[in-house]
């Protein structure tokens, strides 16, 4: 029942920190609601985990969300739980198995302006080609916008 759920979301003590079983539930049943009410008990260094649940389950309003509040979830490589994991950590790109073209678009675009070193963005794209194998990243970016056009991507 999701009212019960919420009502015990919304007495949960300050310091309790939330499973990240309990909270891959929430965002691969897309609960978003349920999740407005977790979000102000999630500390910040407990959420650099959930975009790599989000772009997993193709929740593209919490990926959007979740690069918005957590930007540097990008540049950090995380485990997911479940039988669908490998037990390794991956970069949140690597996630995105399915051809999920606007998370990939919303991952990469973050993942480039958040990412300081040329290199770094190098190694988590290479990292990440579990998913896709990158032919082209031919990426136009100036200092007010970023242009991104399709990369060509090969299974």
Known sequence: NLSTTSSLIKH????YTF??????KIIEYELNDIWK??????????????LHLAVHHQN?????EFLECYPESVKRQAAIPGPAS???????????KRKGKQIRTEV?????KFVDKMEDLT???????????????????SSSTLTLPAPTLTR
Request: net charge neutral.
């Open 60 to 64: 593209v309003g919490l990926v959007k």
């Open 123 to 141: 190694r988590i794209f290479q990292a990440s080609r579990g998913a896709y194998s990158f032919r082209s990243l031919l990426y136009l970016c």
């Open 108 to 112: 990469i675009t973050a993942t480039i």
């Open 19 to 24: 499973p990240i079983d309990v909270l891959d």
């Open 12 to 15: 949960a003590p300050e310091d």
């Open 86 to 96: 490998d037990g390794k950590n991956h970069y949140p790109l690597w996630y995105n």
């Open 37 to 50: 009410e977790m979000k102000p008990k999630i500390k910040s260094e407990d959420a650099l985990g959930l």
